[in-house]
Nanobody, 118 residues
Framework: QVQLVESGGGLVQPGGSLRLTCAVSGVTPVFGAYEWYRQAPGKGRDLVAS????????NYADSVKGRFTMSRDKAKNMVYLQMNSLKPEDTAIYFC???????????WGQGTQVTVSS
């Protein structure tokens, strides 16, 4: 059973930084695609960043390009989202997702709250 547990959220002032962590356990799919999503109050869940393929190619939503960086530590089974220059509109619950490109199976974490406010 694959489990994903996010942490690192909290309250931060505009312009501040946070680093989210997604701890992955269980038998993970080969070349699984890791993604960070966020869901603001009253809105749908939007893709923020992804790491896919053996080479670990990253992609970002336009709204976070140049501010957020996603990375992965295979040895520790951790996925990170470094968030800099945070804005109030970044306020949301952030979720980690893992998808198997071979089977289509996917797994979600429980989410971590990020609040950007002065």
């Amino acid at each position: 059973q694959v489990q994903l547990v996010e942490s690192g959220g909290g309250l931060v002032q505009p312009g501040g930084s946070l680093r989210l962590t997604c701890a992955v356990s269980g038998v993970t799919p080969v070349f699984g695609a890791y993604e960070w999503y966020r869901q603001a109050p009253g809105k749908g869940r939007d893709l923020v960043a992804s790491i896919t393929g053996a080479a670990g190619s990253t992609n970002y939503a336009d709204s976070v390009k140049g501010r957020f960086t996603m990375s992965r530590d295979k040895a520790k089974n951790m996925v990170y989202l470094q968030m800099n220059s945070l804005k109030p509109e970044d306020t949301a619950i952030y979720f980690c997702k893992l998808t198997s490109p071979l089977t289509g199976d996917f797994y979600w974490g429980q989410g971590t709250q990020v609040t950007v406010s002065s």
